[in-house]
Structure formats: structure tokens, C-alpha cells
């Protein structure tokens, strides 16, 4: 069994990866670059100075992983580099030009100039195997006493350990890390958290230009919220500042003010936003959705299938059969209707995350989304279980229907409703592309098909991989779960006639 | 036969059953009439489709939602069980009074229940027991049935049993609270041939133990010999002959028992085919004109097409609806393959005797 749950995470693993890197290819090979400034308001802006227009586009392409890109700066610090007793300039003179040529040509770069300065830069292409080898080295993020190396800092001190900490109480503190509190403990779920292990998806643009697609993702939203805090100075005071999410601040770039009140080098903090961030909005939307399908639908289908081919049977499978042909985006709309004319907002960002209202729309849509599958599944599950040769036997051995029920098929009941669970989260994820969108709900549903129209590529194929995850993971949750529920079903390695 | 055996505990009457399909009116059962006496195996035997399985389904009042007893009387130890209403009065009588075994051992189990819950369920049902009693009772009862080690398998589940085990336990539920009538809808059919004597020993080992009638449903009449008192004959929905089993084996009346007969797999030769009845039983949904047999009868007389046959008395135990009996009605021979069928059955017993003394061999060096 344990073997068996290994080789099955390393399986789901590898499928993530195949489905990340596929979509990463397409995205990157198929989709013209030039298309991100399509929407770049920036690009009209800088329309009167091309050069750094032209910085202004490599820079972005670079951010994108799709160039390397030296401006003329640090092209001549990358020469100097490497001829430390040349004296380069930017002087457009035949000897600088030599120097940069034969960088150029050493390094695989390729040497241009801006069109009016007529300076020097240069690029490099990223062949599409090293892209996606940065992707995934750089896709998990340890933090070590040894993770921060800074000239300006030679004596930082590098170690890790336990201390009760003035602002943060007892956690694990870290120096030379990038993060100043690596474990530590909250009032917020799990209370217990973690700044060692972190994803890096690569950067957001041109949409959340410059953040981490991680903090875009996974970062809160909207207003920021005070909390009052003791500062290691003694100072008390209320700040939106995350003080658990303390990073090393260069002193080069030292805030004086940030730096007396923590009076170490650890001053770079994220902000605490009242909102949840976008895939907690749509975890929060998506999770309710689904108790909320299995609520609505279960007892239809069980009074249907008690009720076979009476009226109500009948009734439901009319709705049912109605809801399952009109197409969903037509569904969303028809419901949004009707629940504004109950009193629910029509629109997400009326009354904001923090109003309950706001959730009642999105989450009721996105249940009835898959409230019809659920419904025709579970009918047909029960009719079969109702004419089940083992129910007639029970029937005859003398138990009542009500026992026939109660004991034997609910429990049987729960095989599909355990099997039907992962194709409902993955029902889900689809549901909520477009139910996000309806409502205007700042979630991960609403972040695919924004970002994919602003080509923020790298945020695309986060969300590709987050949702490959989800969906990888349900799957095998549910083979987890039906494993418990059906005694039939053992997890083993010989999974040849097991369905595993 | 003793003066006990002959006491009655289920009289049917001229029962009738129909079913509505689709608004249409289908008669599977047409004015049976049949006694079951204390302590008897009666077999009821006929082709698919006959209405074997519906016939007992009405003792249990399982009939499915289109189905309903449309007129007669079925009586059982003084009770009019036709006049049961509802489940809540027919929970009285399933499983306490009348267990029913059916074909598919392979799905009468819950999937998910252990087996031995599976038993246990009835006993503390029916006899009030706690659950520790139920349990031992239970594994009495599965060790009673033939399951080896049986404490150890109380908490296994019917996946991991074989066929032949979970029809054991089938009849270990069956037999928990000590029915008078034991209804077997063809409980070996599902099983290989050794499986299937070995289920039939055990039927009549417990038979003997805990005295109960048996009803035992069968195409197979190869079966019935070895296990039955009495024979029912049934075609579509009629009941045409009933005798002892030497009756209807040595003296059969009905030209639909002797092409039965003469489709017993047991005479077929090296050289000769197995005997098939040629043709197809009439449709249900359709008043029937004369003998329901006629069409395919190739002894058919004029009046069966006309009129259907009385039921005639041949003894006291044996009777047939056929207008061969009728007085007027021209002499005429059974088929000569069942004429000496006593010799030929007699044979093929012993020779089944071997076998079975064989397999047991096997089973008990194993
Ligand atoms: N619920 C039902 N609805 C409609 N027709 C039914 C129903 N149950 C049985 N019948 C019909 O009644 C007739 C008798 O069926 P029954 O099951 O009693 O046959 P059987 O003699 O047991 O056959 P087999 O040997 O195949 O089990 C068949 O024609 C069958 O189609
Ligand atoms: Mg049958």
C-alpha cells in the first residue's frame, strides 16, 4: 500500500510534469512574443524615444525568459569582467567595439544597437530546453544560512535557530536566508508555517508586471489591513506590513526608517491584504461548490430513484436533461438572473470578498454547474443498486426497505459519490473559468483567460500547472478514498486487476 | 409416505399473476394450483420463461412494482398470505417463515459487508439475539455449511470467496432463522458440476437437521431425481403435470413432459443428438386459445387448439392437463427414447454415485 501510494506520486508527479512542459512549449513557441505589448499602454508612452522603447521591449522579453539581455551598462561590466586591465567605455571607438564583438562571439550573444544613441547591447536567444531547464531549477526555492550572497554585506552572519523572537514570538530565525523567520506560528490556519521550501514560477508580465507569479497567485488581495505589532526596537505600533514575511534588504538599498525598527537587514516585507488571494478565492468558491453539488444533488437522485418513473422522477430527469444541453455559459448567465432578482449581487466586486453575498452567486452557479451530472450518476447508481440481486436477497431474508437502506445501499452509495469526486473537481476548474469571468471573481478561473488575452505567459502556465495539479491529485485521492470505502479495491503495485 | 408428510403447509389456489408493461397486460401465471406438504422437496421444473421464478415469487410477496396476484388464493400454515398488504406484514413471513436462495450466489452477497455481518444481520432481525450471540450463532452456522475455519472468515468479504462458498453462505442466511419452506430459484445453476452436487448434499443434509420443505426451481430434470419427492411441471405459465418423481419420470402423461424428458442431457448417445423441443413457447401478452403446448406438440389432437384441457387425476398423487386423458381421446405411446428411462436413469445414477464418491475423495484429501 505504501509502495503503491510512492509509485503513484511519483507517477501523478511525472504527468504533471508532462502537461507542464507541454503547455510551456506551446506557449512559448506558438504564441508570437510581440504579442505581449499588444495592451502595453507603456509602448505608446515610450513611443517618442526608441531607445528605450528598445530597452524597454528587451527587458521585457528577458523578464520572459525568452532573451538574455545586457544593456549597455552591464555589457561593459560584464567586459571588464573579463578583461580587468581594459579600460571599456561607451564611446563608440573601434576599440570598444573590438572588446564587444569578441564577447559577443565568445559568449553566444548577439550585438546590436540602439537606433539613436547607437550604443551597444546585446542578446541571446534562449534555445526552448534551457527555458524550460530554468523553469524547473528554478522552480522549488530552499532557503540555507547561506542563500544570500551580497558584496555590500561581507560580514553577514549565517545561521539558524530557535528563538523567542520579539515581534513573532518563538520561531525558527534564520541569517544569511533570504527569509528572517523560517518557522513560525500563527493565529491563522495551519498555525504552524513555513518560509523554507517556497515555489517560484518565474515573473509576471506584462500584467502584475515585475511580481512573482506565485505572489500573484497565491498572494492576498485587495485592501490592506493594519496590525499592531511590537517592534524588536520596542516600538509599537499598527503597520500593514506581513511582518512574517521578512526578507534581506541589501543595505546598497537600506530604508533607514525599516531598518532602526527591526534593527537588522531583514526589512523587505509584503503587505497583509484583506482578500483572500486568487486561488484561495476559487479553493473557497470551488470547495463549498462541491459539498454544495453533492447536497442539491444527492437527495434529488435518491428521490428519484425511490420514485422511479413516478412524477417526480420524471420532472427532475426534464430538468436534468434541459440543464445538461444548454450550453454552460448560457446556464451561468440564467442563474446569475435569478439569483439577483433573489437579492445575491450580480457582480463579485460590489460588495467585495468580505460581504457574504458576494460568494452566494458564484459558488450557487458552480454547484448547479455540476449538480445534473452528479443527479443522472447517482440515479443510475441507485436504480441499479435497488434492482441489485443482493438487495432482493436482503428483501427476502426479511429486512424492511428502510434497513435495506439504511445498511446496505447508503454504504454501497458512497462508492460513486467517492468516484464521481474528481471529475467533479475537475468539473470545477472548468466551471469556474467561466463563472469567475461572469462574476467578475478575482480568482484563478478569471486569471486564465485574462492572462491568456494579455499573454502573460508565465502566469498561464502557472495556472497550467496548478490545475494539472488539482486535477492529478483528485485523481488519486479518489482512488485513495474509494480504496477505503470499497473493500473490493486494495492499492498494490501488481495493479493489474485492480483499477488503480 | 407417513401420515405427517402428507399435512399441508402451503396451498395455492388458482393463482393467477399478471404484469403491465408498457400499458400492455402480460399473464405469467394462469390458474395454478399446488399444495406443498410438511417436510417434502417439491421441484418445480418447465423451460425459461415459464413462470417458475414469478410462481414463488408471489409466496414472498417479491413480486416486482408491475407485478400483482390477479386472483386465487395462496394459504400458508392457515394464513391467507394473498392478503398481505404491505412489506411491513410480508417482513413477518420472508426469511422467518419462507427463505428464498437464488440462482447468482456470485451477486446475492452485499459487496461491501462482510460476510459475516451479512448473517449475523438476519439472526439478530429475526430472533432478537444480541450481536455477540448472532455472532456465534453465525460462525455455527457457516462451520454447519461446510466453510472451514469459519471464525476466521466471518469478517471476509464475499469477494473472497469462491461461487460454491458464497452460495453456502446464501443458504447459511437463508437457513439462519429456521424457515419451514426453503425456496431455491435454481441455486446450482451458476456453479460447476462438483460445486453443484456438493450444494445439493449439503441441501439435503440440512434438510434432514433442521426440517424444513424445500421448493427447488430447476430446468435441470437431471438434478431434480436426485433431490426432489414430488414434480411440478410448468409451460408458459400453466401447470401441466404433478406427480411424485417416479411418476413423472416412469409414467409421464404430458406431451410437453415427455419432450422434456426426452431432453435429458443423460440420453443422448454417442451417436444421437441431444433431443431439443422444436419451437418457441407462445407470447404472454395473448389470450390463449386450447393447450398452450399444442403448437409445438406433435401429438396435438383437434381440441387442443380449441379447447384448453381439464386438469385430469391419473392416482392421488398424480395429476395432468392434457386432452390425451380424456376417455374419447386415441391411445397413444410416449416417445420410445423415454420408454425404458428407469434402466437409463439408474445407470447414469451409478455412474454419478462414482463421481461423486470421487470428488469427495478429492475434497477431503484437500
Ligand atoms: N417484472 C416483470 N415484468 C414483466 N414481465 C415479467 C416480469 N417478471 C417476469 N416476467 C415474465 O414472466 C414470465 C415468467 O418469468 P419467470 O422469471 O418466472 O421465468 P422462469 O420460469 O423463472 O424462467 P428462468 O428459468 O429463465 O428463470 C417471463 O415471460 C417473463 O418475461
Ligand atoms: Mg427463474
Not at chain 1, 469567475?436 to 492572462?451: H, I, N, Q, R, W
Not at chain 2, 427414447?337 to 451409478?350: D, F
Request: hydrophobic share 40%.
Amino acid at each position: 500500500m505504501k509502495k503503491y501510494l510512492f509509485f503513484r506520486v511519483l507517477r501523478s508527479i511525472v504527468s504533471i510534469f508532462l502537461v507542464t512542459t507541454i503547455a510551456y512549449i506551446m506557449v512559448f513557441s506558438m504564441v508570437p512574443r510581440r504579442d505581449i505589448f499588444k495592451q502595453d499602454p507603456m509602448i505608446q508612452k515610450l513611443a517618442n524615444d526608441p531607445d528605450s522603447l528598445t530597452d524597454y521591449k528587451e527587458n521585457a522579453y528577458r523578464k520572459m525568459n525568452y532573451i538574455d539581455y545586457f544593456d549597455t551598462k552591464s555589457l561593459i561590466a560584464k567586459v571588464e569582467a573579463e578583461h580587468p586591465d581594459a579600460k571599456v567605455t561607451t564611446a563608440h571607438t573601434a576599440a570598444n567595439a573590438k572588446l564587444f564583438k569578441e564577447w559577443a562571439n565568445d559568449n553566444g550573444y548577439k550585438l546590436n544597437r540602439y537606433s539613436v544613441s547607437k550604443n551597444y547591447y546585446v542578446t541571446r536567444e534562449l534555445p526552448l530546453l534551457e527555458r524550460l531547464g530554468r523553469f524547473y531549477g528554478n522552480l522549488i526555492q530552499i532557503d540555507t544560512p547561506w542563500a544570500i550572497h551580497d558584496k555590500s554585506n561581507p560580514k553577514l552572519a549565517r545561521y539558524l535557530r530557535i528563538e523567542n523572537d520579539k515581534t513573532v514570538g518563538w520561531a525558527v530565525v534564520g541569517s544569511g536566508t533570504r527569509y528572517r523567520y523560517q518557522i513560525y506560528f500563527n493565529g491563522s490556519f495551519p498555525f504552524i508555517h513555513q518560509n523554507i521550501i517556497k515555489f517560484n514560477l518565474g515573473t509576471s508580465y506584462p500584467t502584475f508586471a515585475g511580481n512573482a507569479v506565485t505572489d500573484v497567485i497565491g498572494g492576498r488581495q485587495g485592501q490592506t489591513v493594519s496590525t499592531k505589532y511590537k517592534f524588536p526596537n520596542g516600538q509599537v505600533m499598527n503597520t500593514a506590513d506581513n511582518v512574517y514575511t521578512r526578507q534581506y534588504q541589501s543595505p546598497s538599498r537600506r530604508n533607514q526608517m525599516s531598518y532602526e525598527r527591526y534593527e537588522d537587514d531583514y526589512t523587505n516585507v509584503d503587505q497583509v491584504n484583506q482578500d483572500p488571494s486568487m486561488i484561495g478565492t476559487s479553493v473557497r468558491a470551488g470547495f463549498w461548490a462541491l459539498i454544495l453539488s453533492y447536497v442539491i444533488g444527492i437527495p434529488i437522485a435518491l428521490g428519484m430513484a425511490r420514485l422511479k418513473g413516478k412524477w417526480f422522477d420524471r420532472l427532475f430527469t426534464g430538468v436534468v436533461t434541459v440543464l445538461m444541453a444548454v450550453p454552460g455559459l448560457a446556464l451561468i448567465y440564467t442563474f446569475r438572473y435569478v439569483l439577483s432578482v433573489a437579492g445575491a449581487p450580480d457582480s463579485f466586486p460590489t460588495k467585495g470578498a468580505s460581504a457574504f453575498s458576494s460568494w452566494v452567486g458564484p459558488t450557487v452557479v458552480l454547484a448547479l454547474l455540476s449538480v445534473s451530472g452528479i443527479v443522472i450518476w447517482f440515479r443510475r447508481y441507485m436504480v441499479d443498486q435497488q434492482q441489485s440481486d443482493y438487495v432482493k436477497f436482503a428483501k427476502s431474508k426479511g429486512l424492511t426497505d428502510r434497513e435495506i437502506y439504511r445498511k446496505h445501499i447508503f454504504k454501497n452509495a458512497s462508492i460513486p459519490v467517492v468516484q464521481g469526486i474528481p471529475s467533479n473537481i475537475i468539473g470545477l476548474i472548468s466551471g469556474a473559468m467561466m463563472t469567475e469571468t461572469v462574476f467578475a471573481m478575482p480568482g484563478m478561473g478569471k486569471m486564465l483567460p485574462d492572462s491568456i488575452i494579455a499573454h502573460n505567459n508565465s502566469v498561464v502556465i502557472a495556472l497550467v500547472f496548478i490545475f494539472t495539479t488539482i486535477g492529478v491529485f483528485s485523481v488519486l485521492l479518489g482512488d485513495v478514498l474509494m480504496s477505503i470505502v470499497d473493500p473490493r479495491i486494495q492499492l498494490a503495485v501488481s495493479g493489474d486487476e485492480q483499477n488503480g | 409416505m407417513s401420515e405427517e408428510e402428507q399435512k399441508t403447509i402451503l396451498k395455492v389456489r388458482d393463482l393467477s399473476v399478471e404484469f403491465q408493461v408498457r400499458g400492455k397486460t402480460l399473464k405469467a401465471i394462469h390458474h395454478v394450483s399446488l399444495d406443498l406438504h410438511d417436510g417434502e422437496t417439491l421441484a418445480i421444473v418447465g423451460e425459461s420463461g415459464s413462470g417458475k421464478s414469478v410462481l414463488t415469487k408471489t409466496f414472498t410477496g417479491m413480486l416486482e412494482q408491475n407485478g400483482h396476484v390477479s386472483g386465487g388464493t395462496i394459504e400458508y400454515n392457515g394464513q391467507m398470505l394473498t392478503d398481505l398488504k404491505n412489506d411491513k406484514q410480508w417482513v413477518k413471513i420472508r426469511g422467518k417463515e419462507i427463505a428464498t436462495v437464488f440462482q447468482d450466489p456470485m451477486t446475492s452477497l452485499d459487496p461491501i459487508h462482510t460476510i459475516g455481518s451479512q448473517i449475523s444481520e438476519v439472526i439478530v432481525k429475526h430472533q432478537g439475539k444480541s450481536k455477540s450471540e448472532a455472532k456465534k450463532m453465525a460462525i455455527e452456522l457457516m462451520g454447519r455449511t461446510g466453510i472451514p475455519d469459519a471464525a476466521e472468515r466471518y469478517g471476509d468479504y464475499p469477494f473472497e470467496y469462491s461461487g460454491g462458498m458464497r452460495q453456502r453462505i446464501v443458504i447459511a442466511i437463508a437457513l439462519a432463522c429456521h424457515p419451514k419452506i426453503l425456496i431455491c430459484d435454481e441455486p446450482t445453476t451458476a456453479l460447476d458440476v462438483t460445486t453443484q452436487a456438493q450444494i445439493l448434499d449439503l441441501i439435503r443434509d440440512l434438510k434432514e437437521e433442521y426440517h424444513f420443505s424445500i421448493i427447488f426451481i430447476t430446468h435441470d430434470l437431471g438434478v431434480v431425481a436426485s433431490i426432489a419427492d414430488r414434480i411440478a411441471v410448468m409451460y408458459s405459465g400453466r401447470l401441466i403435470e404433478v406427480g411424485t418423481v417416479d411418476e413423472i419420470f416412469y409414467d409421464p402423461r404430458h406431451p410437453y413432459t415427455w419432450s422434456l424428458l426426452s431432453s435429458l442431457p443423460q440420453l443422448a448417445t454417442k451417436d444421437t443428438n441431444l433431443y431439443s423441443i422444436p419451437g418457441t413457447p407462445p407470447s404472454l401478452y395473448s389470450e390463449i386459445k386450447g393447450d398452450a403446448f399444442a403448437p409445438r406438440d406433435p401429438y396435438a389432437l383437434k381440441v387442443d387448439f380449441e379447447r384448453e384441457p381439464p386438469l385430469f387425476k391419473i392416482t392421488d398423487t398424480h395429476y395432468a392437463r392434457t386432452w390425451l386423458l380424456d376417455p374419447r381421446a386415441p391411445k397413444i405411446e410416449k416417445p420410445e427414447i423415454i420408454q425404458n428411462l428407469h434402466e437409463r436413469i439408474e445407470k447414469q445414477m451409478e455412474s454419478d454415485f462414482m463421481k461423486r464418491a470421487e470428488t469427495e475423495g478429492e475434497v477431503n484429501a484437500s
